[in-house]
């Protein structure tokens, strides 16, 4: 009796090892595990590539997707630069389409750097194919779907431009994620970073140049938060260089581009009453009488005059000074205070819309408060990022200017 007992005690035991070694050969199906942003609480992803099963984030339109794995085909509409900057030149490799049309003459100084780094952005039979307008909104949905993509990245007015063909890219299991770098806020800026981050199995470098961007911001917001109201609302007007002299450029609004920065930086942007975008009255900005004055510049088609504000990839110092000088000589101008005391500078339009824009908030903060940020170096720290992020990029380059 006693030896039946031990018998039945020595086949429990075994019966509760060999559970126990079940437990641990790896047969049974894990719990499925979820990659996502900070947003959704989780700040354990790698940077390497070796994804969880599924990836879910909530884009910059409010609108929550998931992948079941890591992309593999991606289009670009928007922001490659960021694409490039958080996945490194190796992510190129996924992209199977960019919004190609007029980039070479809207901004060809970085048409013309980024193509000679990466030839493979040349549309054309083994190059990356063109799937819309660079900047007119215009995305070419029948071939979107024939290239097949995991996800296509897209700006906010894209996707309120097609917004009627949304359903059709989801239906064919396409996945849009809307970013927004256009903003000029920390945290839509941060949340597009995140994104990236995890499409691209980069979530560390994302989260670096995250932590760079908010630790400048947050620094130019605490010094101007300490300085008395008045020193704050400095009068500043912002016009996009694109149309020579002779023609009023476009402003911001306090919510897009270079108006949200101004405002952020708590100076009066003269064109905050702006719906959007659009030039402003040329009486309103005299009777204004801003104190400092903004042109921005690029490299665009149409110079018919030589008198369109260069600025940014390709473009020397000494002619975007030469186009500065002319736009500070209108005649009407020169009444104006921003005039009288030569405040009157050049940045490059191009080089917004990206984690590395805080460069350009750095630059007006320091034009704006010239007392309190003396020691920010904004050109070298834009050459720093470039240099650390997308090495690739061998240019010359004029990204900010003054008066002579």
Not at 23 to 36: A, H, M, R
Not at 68 to 94: C, F, H, Q, R
Request: with cysteine.
């Amino acid at each position: 009796m006693r030896r039946k007992s031990i018998l039945i005690v020595l086949a429990g035991l075994l019966i509760v090892i060999l559970v126990a070694c079940s437990g641990q050969s790896g047969e049974q199906i894990p719990e499925e595990s979820v990659v996502s942003s900070n947003i959704d609480n989780n700040d354990d992803a790698s940077s390497d590539g070796n994804h969880a099963d599924v990836i879910k984030f909530t884009d910059l339109a409010g609108r929550e997707s998931a992948l079941d794995a890591t992309p593999e085909k991606i289009i670009v509409a928007e922001y490659i630069s960021n694409y490039l900057m958080v996945g490194g030149s190796e992510s190129l490799d996924k992209v199977v389409g960019m919004t190609l049309d007029g980039w070479e003459g809207t901004r060809y100084g970085e048409y013309t750097v980024y193509t000679d780094a990466f030839p493979q952005m040349l549309d054309g039979e083994d190059g990356i194919t063109s799937i819309g307008g660079y900047h007119d909104n215009l995305l070419n949905m029948e071939l979107i779907i024939s290239l097949q993509p995991d996800v296509i990245i897209m700006s906010p007015s894209q996707y309120t431009e097609n917004n009627n063909s949304i359903s059709t890219l989801e239906n064919a299991g396409i996945v849009v994620a809307v970013l927004d770098y256009h903003s000029m806020q920390v945290e839509n800026h941060v949340q597009s970073n995140e994104i990236l981050g995890m499409l691209l199995g980069r979530e560390e470098v994302a989260q670096k140049q995250i932590d760079t961007y908010v630790r400048a911001i947050d620094d130019i917001n605490a010094r101007i938060a300490d300085l008395p109201d008045s020193q704050k609302q400095t009068r500043v007007y912002v016009e996009l260089g694109n149309k020579g002299t002779m023609e009023y450029g476009n402003s911001y609004n306090n919510i897009m581009l270079w108006g949200a920065a101004i405002n952020n930086l708590q100076a009066d942007n003269l064109a905050s009453n702006l719906d959007a975008i659009g030039p402003l009255d040329k009486e309103f900005i005299l009777s204004s009488n801003p104190e400092i004055i903004f042109i921005g510049g690029s490299v665009w088609s149409g110079d018919t005059k030589g008198d369109q504000m260069r600025m940014g990839f390709t473009v020397d110092e000494d002619l975007a000074q030469e186009r500065l000088i002319a736009y500070a000589q209108r005649p009407e101008w020169e009444p104006l205070d921003a005039v009288i005391n030569g405040e009157v500078y050049g940045v490059d339009h191009g080089s917004l819309r990206n984690i590395a824009d805080y460069t350009f908030t750095q630059y007006l903060a320091k034009v704006i408060y010239p007392d309190v940020f003396t020691d920010l170096d904004p050109v070298q720290e834009l050459n720093d990022f470039y240099e650390r992020y997308l090495p690739e990029l061998k240019y010359t380059a004029t990204f900010m200017v003054e008066l002579p």
